[in-house]
């Protein structure tokens, strides 16, 4: 199994809703991430979660929560987002004794009205 | 990680083989090069990885020169299906996966 499911796949929501983006792998990978693509752009790093613990947090807004529960599951809580905050979101794994690369999710497509 | 430098756009006839350059001139010894593609509004997939020595798999090779400042990607007959962005990345084993513009391929009927 290599898949890494990302839910919901299309998110709507208002500037002042409270929603949650969910990721979750069973390929026993202890790394996780998400990112942030805008049309026409590469993806951005936004955080990485290494054995469940944050590792990295490229300086994203508070309205971004990561959470990372177990080794299998990374949520990211949404709060008060803006409408330039719309973006595909992906989530990503990895873990050295397992492979070198990463694999990606199909992402959550969020709009912000 | 080093940085990656790709044209931002290449056609390509359908049943040619594509050759998608990388440029990555800083790269030091323990990085590896990566691609990877995303096709439109799809999360991005692996391709195909290598460090010194030319890789082949069932979707591409990935021939690196011996300097290691360059790669290609090859995709030996191409297909409409082929049509994509595709991303180079150079990474040490362990850390997380930095995306630069990447190479939006064509495949032309």
């Known amino acids: 199994d290599t898949e890494v499911t990302q839910t919901p796949k299309h998110l709507v929501m208002g500037m002042t809703n409270k929603k949650s983006l969910k990721c979750e792998q069973h390929m026993g990978h202890r790394a996780m991430y998400w990112y942030k693509q805008k049309a026409k752009k590469p993806p951005e790093l936004m955080f990485v979660?290494?054995?469940?613990?944050?590792?990295i947090n490229e300086s994203v807004p508070s309205r971004f929560s990561p959470e990372c529960p177990n080794s299998s599951l990374l949520n990211l809580h949404l709060h008060a987002l803006q409408p330039e905050d719309s973006a595909l979101y992906l989530c990503a794994s990895s873990h050295p004794g397992r492979g070198p690369e990463a694999f990606f999710g199909q992402g959550t497509r969020l709009t912000v009205v | 990680d080093a940085k990656t430098t790709q044209p931002p756009s290449m056609d390509c006839a359908e049943g040619r083989a594509a050759n998608l350059p990388c440029n990555h001139s800083?790269?030091?010894?323990?990085?590896?090069v990566y691609w990877y593609r995303q096709i439109h509004s799809q999360g991005p997939q692996y391709i195909i990885h290598g460090l010194k020595n030319n890789e082949t798999n069932e979707m591409a090779s990935l021939i690196i020169t011996e300097d290691r400042k360059s790669s290609t990607l090859i995709l030996p007959h191409a297909t409409l299906r082929d049509t994509a962005v595709y991303y180079c990345?150079?990474?040490?084993?362990?850390?997380?996966?930095?995306f630069g513009t990447g190479t939006s391929l064509t495949v032309i009927p």
């Open positions: 979660y290494s054995y469940e613990k944050l590792s």
């Open positions: 800083t790269i030091s010894g323990n990085e590896y």
């Open positions: 990345i150079v990474r040490v084993v362990g850390n997380q996966f930095y």
